[in-house]
């Protein structure tokens, strides 16, 4: 459950495991409050952070998804306040992508779902 995933997620060096597991976090910590926090405790939103800073496309995505989900936690928010250097980074690499998109003139679901990332980790920062 949470316990390994969340391991596999910190200890992860493939990417593709990093996006699997962070795919499955998302769904298992989405309406859990006690996984979100188990996973909190096991450093996953550290390591979210930081692999949002080193990877591109779906799994850039996945990860935006789960530290989304996690945000709502009260620790999460702590942590990503403290890693707010980071995570403007993140914020900047995400709306990139939402740029780079909307000149495609494709709105998507997805395009959605990374613009509410953005607005949600402004308000989370912005919450000291």
């Known amino acids: 459950g949470v316990n390994c995933l969340s391991i596999l997620l910190c200890e992860a060096t493939n990417i593709d495991?990093?996006?699997?597991?962070?795919?499955?976090?998302?769904?298992?910590?989405?309406?859990?409050?006690?996984n979100k926090r188990e996973a909190v405790e096991l450093g996953v939103v550290e390591?979210?952070?930081?692999?949002?800073?080193?990877?591109?496309?779906?799994?850039?995505?996945?990860?935006?998804g789960l530290l989304s989900?996690?945000?709502?936690?009260?620790?999460?928010?702590?942590?990503?306040s403290a890693n707010s250097e980071g995570v403007a980074k993140v914020i900047e690499k995400a709306q990139m992508i939402v740029s780079q998109e909307q000149?495609?003139?494709?709105?998507?679901?997805?395009l959605s779902n990374l613009s509410d990332f953005v607005l949600l980790l402004r308000q989370n920062i912005a919450v000291e």
């Open 47 to 64: 390591s979210c952070i930081s692999w949002l800073l080193e990877t591109d496309g779906i799994v850039f995505r996945n990860l935006c």
């Open 69 to 80: 989900v996690m945000s709502y936690e009260s620790t999460a928010k702590t942590i990503i």
């Open 103 to 110: 000149l495609k003139g494709q709105p998507n679901q997805r």
């Open 17 to 34: 495991v990093v996006e699997k597991a962070a795919g499955a976090l998302m769904m298992l910590c989405a309406s859990n409050d006690r």
